[in-house]
């Protein structure tokens, strides 16, 4: 039970620190390749302190290694490249990695305990994932819908410079489209 427990605020921990780094900024791909060198060191040492564990435990310390190798490869590719896609793809992989932590965590348990352990995972994991597609859906349906209004006011001002004549009409679409980013 304490190595659980141990194992839990491990990952609790390494996820607070996950999330406190800032993300979508771009980095130069010396950075990049720099990250990612350091993330195969950092894993290698994480596996190789795995070994001082026995059964369980061991298997626990492997899943929280593999599961931060995983988030911080797609943190430096968000970071990389700052799409939103991949910025995802870093939440799906947070909840994949404590996923599978949590569901080798189970495996300490028997019986109706370990079904209702695994159920548990099993549904963090689906709200987390859920989670993680609704906000990049929610980020599309913003940006859809910043065009539309940007649209909708350009329509607005178009319209205003029908009253005018000549080279006023003709400035004052210039203007519009200037304004409202049309070519």
Known sequence: MKTTQLCKAALAAWALCAAAGSFGATMSKSEY???KDR????YKADKEACGKFSGNAKDICQEQ?????KVA?????YSYSGKPADGTKVSI????????????MCDDKSGN???VCVSE??????????DARLTEKVGEARKDAAQDKN???????????????????????SAAKARFNKS
């Open 73 to 77: 490869l797609a943190e430096v590719e």
């Open 113 to 115: 305990a370990k079904d």
């Open 93 to 104: 992989a947070k909840a994949d990695a404590t996923y599978a932590v949590a569901k080798e």
């Open 65 to 69: 290694a593999t599961g931060k190798e």
């Open 39 to 42: 993330i195969e060191a950092d």
């Open 33 to 35: 390749t720099a990250a």
């Open 121 to 130: 995972a099993k549904a963090a994991h689906t709200k987390a994932l859920t």
């Open 151 to 173: 649209d909708a006011d350009y329509k607005v001002a178009t319209e205003k410079c029908e009253s005018l004549a000549g080279d006023a009409k003709a400035s004052c679409v």
